[in-house]
């Protein structure tokens, strides 16, 4: 049931068959000399411990080798190979199982191997070879010629080479770009959670445990699928009816034990897979534990499986000097037994009985001087065990007792050997155990401090010429969970509520159980007389919303209920109450002066205000000066005429609608005439063409003036006013567009008065501006910056305008940074080799443009094949600081001490879709010459050795580490 088997010991056989055949007669008198002493009896126990970084050193001739693909683990190899009664010898290759028959105990002793590819290479001598034919006693001189022949060829590199090239595939040699790179049925993908490729099977199949093959699980039987010829004309009628899941990669859920598997990385689309260390079972479709499936399908063949039986006939001895192929036992007086095997009738098959087939022990009952000897081989007869059925218990009870019988019962009052082993076991944390057995030689085994999960056992029985076995599982459930009581939390659990505000939410979300909360209910304990609350929609929610409340106190409760039916409660108090209205506030205004020969003024009361409104506006006259007339005065404006030279004092009284009251005072100071001032002329607006040497401002005009002071108060460009304190004066240096320029006049009384004039400068003849682009470039794919400059541009008056384009043939790389695209020297990054083509063009201020092209070359590095590509975990924010770090710890990785290595990161990149960030270096190492640049493809492979001898040596995780395009 081990699946098949991939080499063999044919080539040495029939090198060496020749001579084989006249010793068979001895090789079986040798091996009935063992049967005299008793039954043969598993040697599992002589296991040494394992030896790492080696291989067998006979290599690929070292004996029969087995693959054996359930296995990915030590432990699970070396029980595999316990057993297996033909099995000397444990390798492992990475995760790979090889169970090996050796064919002598030199052949398969471990050889010690120093290349990194031997790093995960593992032997373990589980049994010596038992060697009881003539090949241990006697070495023909054929045979040890061909012994020397083969040592003289045992290229041991070569030899595992081969091994390893034949019996497996490394993960990182299936590309999904080869047409045939896989076995028939099986397709290169990325499986599980990893990020390599390897073969696995098509999608709608899954892998036969017994076999190895894979076997289409669609449910038309009667259409032929890739790799599978021989399906459309043969149903297979043990086929389930499970059909692929489709996933979406980080976003849909699969089943329990299995993970989103998709073609691509650059793919989310894919399919459920089970994940590592669980198959998917031919019966469900479900993944299930690949231990228990592989115990289950042992039990399955065991119990199918035919006896045999050995016939006993006796034929004439032939001369020992006559090569005859027939084996048998030679007697003392030359009489030969010849042994065969066959079938023998069908075991009993139960779900808890099983038997297995006779173990060949064996025992001479008569060896005799006569002429005619027969030598007996009496049947080993199958004993029908069991071992109960399968337990389960929970913790905390961690003790369990396993009884075992066998039938048919002994007659001879001796008693059966029973041996109980453990197959497989949950993992114990770290300093701990597993359990404890007591009594594994008896019928009844004891065992104790159990842990959490599954445990296999093998029950086999022994007795004279008798043997029987069967298997038992105990399941240990975890501890029951002691319920803690629900916690009903409400938030906010007081609030207040002030009207015209009448809507509130209640949370209760935040209610915590060691479970989940099941249900939630809301009631009124206590509300305001007249109000009926509408809880209805939203009382076995979470969350309580309640609206249209009316002023008065609330309380309510939540009650919330656990999985396990155990409830709690709380209260919320919510207090509407009623909106407050507040008294008004007036406002007259502010004091006024009026001067006369004006009487008149109007009073603003409109500024009043009050959170309901205001409904009367009172004024009244609270001073004592001259008479006035007051119209308005029961509105907001008062309008007053006829006033008199003096002070007068108003009073505003404003009501609203709650009769609350307030008041404000206002001043109006009527004052004597007043004596005119000066009275500013800074002439008429004007335009004028460019170019313009200089205009005149003229402000001769103005009226009662002493002085004068020009002043500029907007414009393109600072003019200059030659004489700002004259009343004329010259302005120079105008360019295109409108000034304002402002006259202050000042009297001989002090007071003063400002004008001003508008000028307009306008170009009549415009020139067309002068694109340059620059000369053309021609640089190495390593620049990490191209400069395009563009300032050799020329205008008559100005560019107000640069844009930069380019060419459509050009390759689609580079970019440009910021807004340099828009300005007159563009800057260029992340270009490749090729020839790009930009044209630049150029505006003016009145609206005329003009355009130039230059070219850029962009020609491969002279060191891109040194560049090393790594592809880590994209971080939230790579900074410099990370950077510098990254760079010190590469170079420590890289080199030593003495080594004088330095790395220097080129660009980085970002895979936004797969979370990764990918970094360009280069390593260069300091000679007397300056700095040499290391080989990429050398920096790579020593940086791939180090990171797998120390994982965790970079504080960044490193998903890919190879030379620049080949990642």
């Known amino acids: 049931m081990y699946w098949s088997r991939f080499g063999n010991s044919s080539n040495r056989s029939q090198h060496t068959g020749k001579h084989k055949a006249g010793y068979l007669l001895l090789v079986v008198l040798l091996m009935c000399s063992q049967c005299i002493s008793g039954t043969l009896t598993d040697i599992c126990s002589h296991q040494t411990g394992a030896e790492w970084q080696t291989t067998p050193i006979g290599g690929i001739d070292a004996g029969t080798y087995t693959k054996f693909p359930p296995a990915h683990d030590l432990q699970s190899c070396t029980t595999a190979c316990c057993d297996t009664e033909t099995c000397n010898l444990v390798f492992l290759f990475e995760k790979t199982c090889f169970l090996i028959e050796c064919k002598s105990d030199d052949s398969c002793e ?43 060829n045992d290229d041991s590199e070569a030899l595992i080479s081969k091994l390893l090239s034949s019996l497996t595939r490394k993960l990182d040699e299936c590309n999904p770009e080869a047409l045939h790179g896989c076995p028939l049925g099986e397709e290169c993908r990325i499986v599980g959670t990893s990020t390599r490729y390897t073969c696995a099977c098509l999608l709608g199949s899954v892998r036969e445990l017994s076999s190895g093959n894979c076997i289409d699980m669609s449910p038309e039987p009667n259409v032929a699928k890739k790799g599978y010829p021989d399906e459309a004309t043969t149903p297979n009628p043990s086929k389930a009816t499970w059909s692929p899941t489709k996933c979406l990669f980080g976003l849909s859920e699969c089943g329990i034990h299995e993970n989103c598997v998709t073609h691509s990385t650059r793919k989310r689309s894919g399919i459920c897979e089970c994940e590592d260390g669980y198959i998917r079972s031919m019966k469900t479709g479900v993944c299930e534990d690949e231990k228990l499936l592989l115990a289950e399908s042992k039990n399955q063949k065991l119990a199918e499986k035919d006896t045999e039986a050995i016939l006993t006939t006796t034929v004439a001895a032939p001369s020992l000097t006559h090569h005859s192929s027939t084996s048998g036992v030679l007697a003392a007086n030359g ?12 075991l009993v098959k139960d779900s808890n009985i099983s038997t297995v087939p006779p173990l060949l022990a064996t025992s001479i009952t008569s060896v005799q001087n006569t002429k005619s000897t027969v030598v007996t081989q009496p049947v080993v007869q199958p004993l029908i065990v069991s071992a109960g059925e399968n337990k389960q218990i929970q913790l905390p009870e961690n003790t369990v ?7 048919p019962e002994t007659q001879d009052g001796k008693e059966y050997e029973y041996k109980w082993e453990l197959l497989s076991h949950p993992v114990a944390p770290q300093n701990t155990g597993s359990g404890t057995m007591l009594g594994k030689n008896t019928a009844t085994l004891q065992l104790s401090e159990l842990i959490e999960g599954l445990y296999t056992f093998k029950i086999s029985v022994h007795g004279p010429a008798l ?47 060691d479970d989940k909360i099941a249900t939630f209910h809301w009631e009124d304990v206590s509300i305001a007389i007249g109000q009926q609350l509408n809880i209805a929609e939203s009382e076995s929610k979470p969350m309580l919303q309640l ?6 106190f609330y309380q309510l409760k939540l009650t919330v209920t656990d999985s396990d039916g155990i409830t709690n409660s709380t209260v919320a108090n919510v207090t509407v109450i009623k909106e407050t209205d507040y008294p008004p506030t007036a406002n007259a205004g502010p004091d006024r002066i009026v001067k006369l020969p004006n009487r008149e003024i109007t009073l603003f009361g409109n500024e009043s205000s009050d959170d309901h409104g205001i409904k009367n506006y009172e004024w009244s006259k609270t001073s004592t000066t001259g008479a006035v007339d007051m119209q308005g005065s029961h509105s907001a404006f008062l309008q007053l005429t006829k006033l008199e030279l003096g002070d007068y004092a108003f009073r505003l009284k404003v009501t609203d609608t709650a009769d609350q009251t307030a008041f404000a005072d206002v001043h109006v100071f009527v004052q004597p005439e007043a004596v005119e001032g000066p009275k500013a002329d800074a002439g008429v607006d004007f335009n004028t063409s460019a170019p313009v040497k200089s205009v005149t401002l003229d402000g001769s005009k103005s009226e009662s003036a002493v ?71 021609s640089v190495r794919s390593s620049t990490n910056l191209v400069i395009l400059n563009g300032s050799a541009s020329t205008d008559d008056l100005a560019i107000i305008a640069y844009e930069w384009s380019k060419d459509e043939n050009s390759p689609a790389a580079g970019e440009f940074l910021g807004k340099s695209q828009h300005s007159a020297v563009a800057l260029l990054t992340q270009l490749e080799p090729g020839l790009y083509t930009f044209s630049l063009k150029v505006t003016d201020s009145q609206g005329v443009s003009d355009a130039s092209a230059t070219t850029v070359t962009v ?8 560049l090393v590509e790594m592809q880590v975990q994209e971080p939230e924010a790579f900074t410099e600081k990370m950077k510098d770090d990254l760079v010190r710890q590469l170079e420590l990785v890289l080199g030593t001490k003495q080594s004088n290595i330095s790395v220097i990161i080129k660009t980085i990149g970002h895979e936004r879709s797969l979370g990764r960030m990918v970094i360009l270096f280069i390593v260069t190492k300091k000679t007397k010459d300056g700095a040499e640049i290391q080989s990429g493809v050398e920096m790579a492979a020593q940086l791939q050795k180090r990171l797998r001898a120390y994982p965790q040596v970079l504080d960044i995780s490193v998903y890919s580490v190879d030379t620049f395009g080949n990642s």
Do not use: M
């Open 110 to 152: 471990p050889e010690k191997r120093t290349a990194d590819k031997f790093a995960l290479a593992v032997t373990l001598k589980v049994r010596p070879v038992l060697r009881l034919g003539l090949e241990s006693l006697i070495t023909t001189k054929e045979e040890e010629e061909y012994k020397h022949e083969d040592a003289a």
């Open 335 to 346: 009489t030969v037994t010849q042994i065969a095997v066959e079938d023998s009738p069908q």
């Open 401 to 407: 007792t396993l009884s075992a019988f066998a039938l």
């Open 467 to 513: 043997y029987g076995e069967n298997f038992v599982n105990v399941t240990v459930l975890p501890a029951k969970r002691i319920n803690t009581p629900p916690v009903a939390v409400i938030r906010p659990q007081t609030q207040t509520v002030k009207l015209p505000a009448s809507e509130i939410i209640l949370d209760g979300s935040q209610s915590t159980d």
């Open 547 to 552: 609206k249209d409340l009316t002023p008065g």
């Open 707 to 777: 002085s004068f002071l020009w002043s500029q108060l907007h414009g393109p460009s600072d003019a200059v006013i030659q004489a700002p304190t004259h009343a004329e004066t010259h302005v120079t240096k105008l360019g295109i567009g409108e000034y304002e320029f402002q006259l202050t006049v000042t009297d001989d009384h002090a007071k003063s008065d400002s004008a001003s004039v508008h000028v307009y400068v306008k170009q009549v003849d415009n020139e067309c501006p002068k694109a340059n682009a620059g000369r053309a470039q």
């Open 859 to 866: 020609q491969e590095s002279a060191h891109r094949n040194d």
